[in-house]
């Protein structure tokens, strides 16, 4: 199994990157419906103030190859576009469990 774990960081106001979260929140949490290989996944926006990032992403596939087909399938590909242009930073953690 591998864990597939993305932060990111939005720019713009405080009422832009709340909506960014919601609507990219919404997309995420539909995509195990859609995506085949994508066994969970978890999606949290950040509460703390003090902290800079934004969203957290956990998704759950078989293998890392499905971390390709995952990355790559449509329904994903059009959830990330949702929020591409406020993208200021994304970082990203894939590891076997």
């Known amino acids: 199994m591998v864990k597939h774990i993305v932060t990111f960081k939005f720019s713009g106001t405080a009422e832009e990157k709340a909506e960014a979260c ?13 995506i085949e290989c994508l066994q969970s996944m978890e999606v949290g926006i950040n509460e703390n103030p003090a902290e800079s990032w934004n969203l957290v992403l956990t998704a759950i596939v078989p293998t890392m190859a499905d971390v390709a087909v995952y990355a790559g399938h449509p329904a994903h590909v059009a959830a990330a576009g949702l929020v591409k242009p406020q993208i200021e930073a994304r970082a990203c953690v894939d590891y076997e469990f």
Not at 22 to 34: N, V
């Open 22 to 34: 919601r609507k990219f929140s919404e997309a995420l949490m539909a995509l195990p419906e859609q």
